[in-house]
């Protein structure tokens, strides 16, 4: 592992603060979009901004989303029920029905089991689930924010350059999902408190935050793979290696624990990983790569809410890459890894498919892309083109309309 880093001069409670109020501004917004529609559809340079019905939400009276829909407007949290979209969804049908019995059947292998345990848990000691799983995601979304500008000024040595980075994170296009009861806010909480324990030489603590950040995002077993090159290329030392193992060792059990999960229910751990072709995703071949290339622009390949292409998808995937590059050169192999690893998972499913929302997980990609947008205008630009893409995705979520 690397020498403890300097501690961060930026203070936890104030950018919390900050970032909270941002994620409860846009949950308010996400529920003020619904009513606020044109007649008829608006259509920007080819994309669907606006005109989207607010009672679309199912394609029949049977489709478990509107029985969900009903059964979230028959209690105290009818307010934030544009909030419950997509995958939310699933992770209602398993916290009420379990996995072994949810209403996908072995479909619900696919998702990892934090939000499902937060939403069964609420509602096993007498809380609305439905509040909870919002609340809880918006909590951890704004402290997983503030703890990664720490982990960006001690990396980047640059406390401007960490402000930028906590800025662009939050401005993201797909950030609004850090407001959803999705596994985003806690990949990101648990993903900055592992790189913290990284930059303190904890290993332990690192290995232990990993493996809670495998159940919100499996991709971030990335850290322990990161850790392991890390140690073969800069230490080889018996004591580095002992050290290296618990995070490794702690980013795959968390996998390990859920597939064997995975198992116990339906009678093999790869189910989740074979269900994955319901919606694209290949199985592993050495042609995925080509594939993944080939979604972004194959107008025949079938894909979610009518979308077209994977375009925005697919440059999102290109910038994380050039950020994971200029990190291995500027910081070493670990942040290299770390960020570029989620961008070869993806690109092993033969599909971009939410690759805008999945590459969240890459989290050191913002550090440098704060620290290399140091010109003004270039960095309000950004934020500004991040926002207002932000905007677009966050109404098509709450109208059902694919965002990622």
């Not at 592992?1 to 001069?9: E, H, K, Q, R």
């Not at 499913?349 to 140091?374: C, K, M, N, Q, Y």
Request: with cysteine.
């Amino acid at each position: 592992m690397t020498p403890p880093a300097p501690p961060a001069s930026l203070r936890f409670l104030p950018l919390f603060g900050v970032a909270l109020a941002v994620r409860l501004a846009v949950v308010a917004l996400g529920v003020l979009f619904i009513p606020v529609q044109p007649p008829n559809p608006v259509i920007v340079f080819g994309i669907g901004v606006a005109g989207y019905p607010a009672d679309m939400v199912s394609v029949s009276d049977d489709d478990g989303p509107k029985q969900l829909r009903e059964r979230i407007q028959g209690t105290s949290a009818s307010v934030i029920e544009p909030w419950y979209r997509w995958d939310a969804t699933w992770f209602a049908y398993l916290a009420e029905q379990g996995y072994a019995h949810n209403r996908g059947g072995h479909l619900g292998a696919v998702f990892p089991p934090l939000m499902p345990g937060i939403l069964a848990a609420s509602e096993a000691i007498g809380l609305n689930p439905f509040w909870v799983g919002l609340l809880a995601a918006n909590l951890a979304g704004a402290a997983g924010a503030a703890l990664f500008a720490q982990v960006a000024e001690r990396v980047a040595r640059d406390r401007a350059a960490a402000v930028r980075a906590f800025v662009l994170l939050l401005a993201f296009p797909t950030a609004f999902f850090y407001s959803a009861p999705y596994h985003e806010s806690f990949g990101l909480l648990f993903t900055s408190l592992a790189l913290i324990a990284w930059l303190d030489s904890r290993p332990w603590c690192c290995g232990g935050y990993a493996l809670l950040s495998t159940f919100a995002r499996l991709q971030s077993v990335a850290i322990g793979a990161a850790a392991v090159a890390d140690w073969l290329v800069n230490d080889r030392s018996r004591r580095g290696f002992w050290r290296v193992l618990a995070v490794a060792l702690g980013s795959l059990a968390g996998i390990a624990l859920f597939w064997g999960f995975v198992a116990y229910e339906f009678g093999s751990p790869f189910v989740g990983v074979n269900a994955q072709a319901h919606w694209g995703r290949r199985p592993l071949s050495p042609l995925n790569l080509w594939y993944a290339v080939e979604s972004v622009y194959d107008p025949a390949l079938p894909r979610p809410g009518g979308a077209t292409q994977f375009v925005p998808e697919a440059l999102v995937a290109v910038l994380v890459v050039a950020m994971g590059v200029r990190a291995w050169r500027r910081r070493g192999v670990f942040w290299g890894l770390v960020t570029l690893l989620p961008v070869a998972v993806l690109m092993a499913t033969g599909t971009f498919l939410s690759a805008h929302r999945l590459l969240l997980v890459s989290t050191p990609a913002f550090i440098e892309l704060g620290d290399a947008l140091r010109n003004r205008l270039y960095y309000r630009l950004t934020v500004g083109c991040f926002a207002a893409a932000q905007l677009v995705l966050l109404n098509r979520y709450v109208h059902w309309q694919w965002a990622g």
